[in-house]
T-cell receptor, first 111, second 113 residues
């Protein structure tokens, strides 16, 4: 089944404790992206990647890192999480000029 | 800047009525416009999309219209049902190499039985 898989689905952590949210797609998509969703603000792009070893900042990149060492994986790294990064995160992927496929989301709480 | 404006932010209709959500975009080179539906606690899912070489596209009770000159596109849902209640997002793809998809802020649609 074609899908975007992100883990974990839920994560509660404390300020400053490094964490990684994994994202993997099995559709051989070139483009992958991370979004955060907050009430009233819609979906805001954090980082995106056009292909392996090619990443770029989205609209809200501060406090986040990404890597794209393999085509299928695009992990999101929070080196020192803060409470304002409490949010619902979505990973997504697509091929050129085709619809975006979203993962099931990761609800992160930073206390 | 590059953005997509979406209106209204909330919409309440009676079952059986039509619902219309409108979006405007700023990048005249945009050529792909998807609409996503997000039910509570779930991921956004594509419901319909349109490309700039087409003015209208229909899929059962859902249709999308595009006016390239005015840079706006709209989602039309006819004969609404309670299961249409969700948040709907429009989006436009930016040109210029980044292939960035920019989303509107969403419309919360409530269909009252």
């Amino acid at each position: 089944e074609a899908q975007v898989t992100q883990n974990p689905r839920y994560l509660i952590t404390v300020t400053g404790k490094k964490l990684t949210v994994t994202c993997s797609q099995n559709m051989n998509h070139e483009y992958m992206s991370w979004y955060r969703q907050d009430p009233g603000l819609g979906l805001r792009q954090i980082y995106y990647s056009m292909n392996v070893e090619v990443t770029d900042k989205g609209d809200v990149p501060e406090g986040y890192k990404v890597s794209r060492k393999e085509k299928r994986n695009f992990p999101l790294i929070l080196e020192s999480p803060s409470p304002n990064q409490t949010s619902l995160y979505f990973c997504a992927s697509r091929s050129y000029n085709s619809p975006l496929h979203f993962g099931n989301g990761t609800r992160l709480t930073v206390t | 800047g590059e953005n997509v404006e979406q209106h209204p932010s909330t919409l309440s209709v009676q079952e059986g009525d039509s619902a219309v959500i409108k979006c405007t975009y700023s990048d005249s080179a945009s050529n792909y416009f998807p609409w996503y539906k997000q039910e509570l606690g779930k991921r956004p899912q594509l419901i319909i999309d349109i490309r700039s070489n087409v003015g209208e596209k229909k899929d059962q009770r859902i249709a999308v219209t595009l006016n390239k000159t005015a840079k706006h596109f709209s989602l039309h849902i006819t004969e609404t049902q309670p299961e249409d209640s969700a948040v709907y997002f429009c989006a436009a793809i930016l040109r210029g190499g980044s292939e960035k998809l920019v989303f509107g802020k969403g419309t919360k649609l409530t269909v009252n039985p």
